[in-house]
T-cell receptor, first 118, second 110 residues
Framework: GAVVSQHPSRVICKSGTSVKIECRSL??????MFWYRQFPKQSLMLMAT?????????EQGVEKDKFLINHASLTLSTLTVTSAHPEDSSFYIC??????????????FGNGTRLTVT | ELKVEQNPLFLSMQEGKNYTIYCNYS?????LYWYRQDPGKSLESLFV?????AVKQEGRLMASLDTKARLSTLHITAAVHDLSATYFC??????????FGEGTQLTVNP
């Protein structure tokens, strides 16, 4: 079963509203989680690294004030798209690594969230 | 900064045929992954390659890694329609940061 749960799987919102996406590690603790964005027919681009108890690290070109990341617990990171616009419509995927699983800790991806801004 | 390039980006092949997808990366990568993505879905892990000369096989797919050439390959043997998907080569650098290739959209025709 899924070890990283992402919610919601799909969301449609109007321009100017904010949307929160949750990423949970179900049976392990994740001090670090990663958020990716994928536009249609394109590859995944790392947006930011979410760090439990501290500020997220954003990739170049990603607006911190627009994509708010909160990692308040060891099992939950949230991505809030603020004042969403149609160009923010995309597929957002989170990932986390389970460091309790030996020398080669597996990397798990959430099922993704399809955001459509109308 | 790690860069990952795949080719081809689009591949249309007939069932039963063999083909190889190539992945070149620019700098040292801690790990090299191959993922599969079906339309509208998240990523399915296929292989993790850790060291030079690593070869892994699962069903009709076989992945290899040559760290000296900075090249990984994903070989498809006797393709079937169910293999139609997009395949990503992904490099990892320190701190678990992943860099994705552009993806290879594979279509297997009957």
């Amino acid at each position: 079963g899924a070890v990283v749960s992402q919610h919601p799987s799909r969301v449609i919102c109007k321009s100017g509203t904010s949307v929160k996406i949750e990423c949970r590690s179900l049976d392990f603790q994740a001090t670090t989680m990663f958020w990716y964005r994928q536009f249609p027919k394109q590859s995944l681009m790392l947006m930011a690294t979410s760090n439990e108890g501290s500020k997220a690290t954003y990739e170049q070109g990603v607006e911190k004030d627009k994509f708010l990341i909160n990692h308040a617990s060891l099992t939950l990171s949230t991505l809030t798209v603020t004042s969403a616009h149609p160009e923010d419509s995309s597929f957002y995927i989170c990932s986390a690594r389970d460091y309790n699983r030996g020398l080669s800790p597996p990397l798990h991806f959430g099922n993704g969230t399809r955001l459509t801004v109308t | 900064e790690l860069k990952v390039e795949q080719n081809p980006l689009f591949l249309s092949m007939q069932e039963g045929k063999n083909y190889t997808i190539y992945c070149n990366y620019s700098t040292t990568s801690d790990r090299l992954y191959w993922y599969r993505q079906d339309p509208g879905k998240s990523l399915e892990s296929l292989f993790v390659l850790l060291s030079n000369g690593a070869v892994k096989q699962e069903g009709r797919l076989m992945a290899s890694l040559d760290t000296k050439a900075r090249l990984s390959t994903l070989h498809i043997t006797a393709a079937v329609h169910d293999l139609s998907a997009t395949y990503f080569c992904v490099g990892e650098t320190s701190g678990s940061r992943l860099t994705f290739g552009e993806g290879t959209q594979l279509t297997v025709n009957p």
